[in-house]
């Protein structure tokens, strides 16, 4: 009986605990190059890579934790960290969250703002060069800085779709020359695309916007202790290689 407990004893010792792991709440609405999702048993839906899995993976390292990834639609991932299921939601902006008092890391993506073309158009040297032309937008979507440079509908001509790659598409078949978009998609847009190559590599930049990781104010984690270790990781050189991974050579 003593030899049983004692065995029993170090499989619990051995076994995996929810200490040990770093729990990153993710949305299943979103799409790559920050998260590619295949469908598992009884329908759930499983993280197998992409941007966040690669910061998620990178980080849990340099934590010496055990990463694990909570998907869920985008309306429940903040009640996730909420009612601590999740230790970390990442990849966004304070001003990107219904509720509030949430820890936020350092940045963890750089990202860019931008207007693209097709490599058969001549890049924008200002943003008024598309004022009364169509363009692609994202339905839904807040575009302040062109809004306020050229106004009314008359120069911001919109044209809505429900996703980054309808517009992609619709610009490849010249439905119009320029869309919105962010350096982070459109780069791996023209790395992965069939058609890539038709892609403009000079964008015209709108601004640079920085994302970050929110923490429960009062979670597991210790947040100088996640933000050394998100340092660590650009410092070293690791989120410039998790970069790479989705950006044409070049």
Known sequence: MKYGLLFFSLLLAGAPCRSDNIVFAVSTGSAMPMTKFRTAARGTEELTGGLLKDFGDALARELAMQPRYLNLPRKRVEAALADGRADLLCDLRPEWMEGGGWAW?????????????RADTPPLSMLE?????????VLGYRYPEVESLLGGASRFRRD???????NTNKLLNARFDYMMSNSLYYNYQRKVHPRGAQLNPAVFTIRPFDTYCALPPNGRLDL????????TLHKSGEMQKVYARYRPQG
């Open 224 to 231: 100088a202790q996640v933000n050394r270790a998100i340092l």
């Open 105 to 117: 890391s350092e940045t963890v993506f750089t990202n860019y703002m931008i207007i693209a073309g």
């Open 160 to 166: 809505d779709a429900g996703s980054d790659d309808v």
């Open 129 to 137: 060069q598309v004022a009364g032309r169509r363009i692609g937008t």
